[in-house]
Structure formats: structure tokens, C-alpha cells
């Protein structure tokens, strides 16, 4: 679902060079639950941003389901997201003025499916505990039920890869074990890939496999 090879990022800044990553490689299986775990500035939300597209590499090769993602187009990169990716923030990056329920709806009337996008964003807002939130906006809810509606609007597309970037982060731990358990269940109702990013070895432990990442590079998977 996911192959990696020999991924190098690169900042340059007038003559200094920071090497993000360091020839990374990495595959993950269709299904497969993996978490990617390390200390601040180890690189893993650089990895998460361009296995989204949202960023583009230095050197190096990024498959997402047999299709070569950097030889891409922003449009093309757009179209490959609203198909196949699914992604939550740490920081919810909700609009905040949409109500959950048009936050939710939103990536599908993106993709013109507009008849399908409330009952769906209904139906995702339910499965998270939202049922009677559907009409606040983002200021009116806390910041767990922010992350929820955040789960159901990354749900919206029935994406086959999902991306979590400290989904728990900004979050209190009994709040974030919540949000984490609604993660996961979202995530096996759906049968999605899962990379999920974190800096709490913890979290490990509900994964498939952990990849560890230190300076830039992978330095032990586990299982």
C-alpha cells in the first residue's frame, strides 16, 4: 500500500544544509497498522507531510498504492488525497466556520457528492459520540470533541490510507485515550491503513508494529 525508498529532505537556508530525513525506507501493507514513534525533530511529521503530498522530497521514492506520488502535479495531488488519503492533525484544523456537520460533509461535496455528504457526516458524527453536536461550530465544542469531529471528517471519503499526526497531542491523556479508542474502531469499521505518528511509546503497544525514527532515520521496527 505504502512503499518508501531512499526518502532524503532537505532545508536549505542560505548556505546551511539540515538534513530532515536520511534515506529513509519504509513499506506498510494494506491494512496494516503501524505507529511511527521518536523524539521532537526525529523527523516523523516530515515523513507524515510527504507520504500526504502535502510537502515534496529532496531524493527518493514515494508509492501509494503502486503510484509513484512525486512525479505528481499539485492537481493530481489534490485528486490522489480526496480518493485514497485520509489525514487528522493535532491541531483539528477544523474551518471554524463550518458546523461539525458541514466540517464533515465538506471533503464530499468537494468531490461532487453532494446528495451522499450529510447523511454521511450524520452517520461518521454518531459513530464518535457527536449525534447532538451536529449544529455547533468549533468554538462552541472542547478540544477532544473538536479531535472527534477532526476522526469523522478524515473517515468522510472511505479513504483506503489514513495519516494521524499526533491525533492526541493537545489533548489531556483521559481525553486523548478516547479519542485514540474512536481512532481505532473508525479505523477497523473501515479497514484502512493506519500510519499514526506519536512520541508516546504507549501507544505502541495497539499497533501492529512500531517503526522507531531518530536524527532522520528509521533505527528499529518492532512489532
Do not use: W
Amino acid at each position: 500500500m505504502i512503499e518508501v525508498r531512499n526518502l532524503t529532505k532537505t532545508l536549505v537556508s542560505g548556505s546551511q544544509h539540515l538534513e530532515i530525513l536520511k534515506g529513509i525506507d519504509l513499506t506498510v501493507k494494506s491494512g496494516e497498522v503501524i505507529a511511527i514513534e521518536g523524539p521532537s525533530g526525529s523527523g516523523k511529521s516530515t515523513l507524515l507531510g510527504l507520504l500526504a503530498g502535502f510537502d515534496s522530497p529532496t531524493r527518493g521514492s514515494i508509492r501509494i498504492d503502486g503510484e509513484e506520488i512525486t512525479e505528481l502535479d499539485e492537481d493530481q495531488l489534490a485528486l490522489l488525497r480526496g480518493k485514497k488519503l485520509g489525514f487528522v492533525f493535532q491541531s483539528y484544523n477544523l474551518i471554524p466556520t463550518l458546523t461539525a456537520e458541514e466540517n464533515v460533509s465538506l471533503p464530499l461535496e468537494l468531490q461532487g457528492n453532494s446528495i451522499r455528504a450529510l447523511d454521511r457526516a450524520r452517520e461518521l458524527l454518531s459513530a464518535v459520540g457527536l449525534e447532538n453536536r451536529l449544529s455547533h461550530y468549533p468554538v462552541q465544542l472542547s478540544g477532544g470533541e473538536q479531535q472527534r469531529v477532526a476522526l469523522a471528517r478524515a473517515f468522510a471519503c472511505n479513504p483506503s490510507i489514513l495519516l494521524a499526526d499526533e491525533p492526541t497531542g493537545n489533548l489531556d491523556s483521559a481525553t486523548g485515550d478516547i479519542v485514540l479508542d474512536l481512532l481505532l474502531k473508525l479505523n477497523r469499521s473501515q479497514g484502512a491503513t493506519l500510519v499514526l505518528v506519536t512520541h508516546d511509546p504507549a501507544l505502541s503497544r495497539l499497533t501492529n508494529r512500531t517503526v522507531h525514527l531518530h536524527d532522520g532515520r528509521i533505527v528499529d521496527e518492532s512489532a
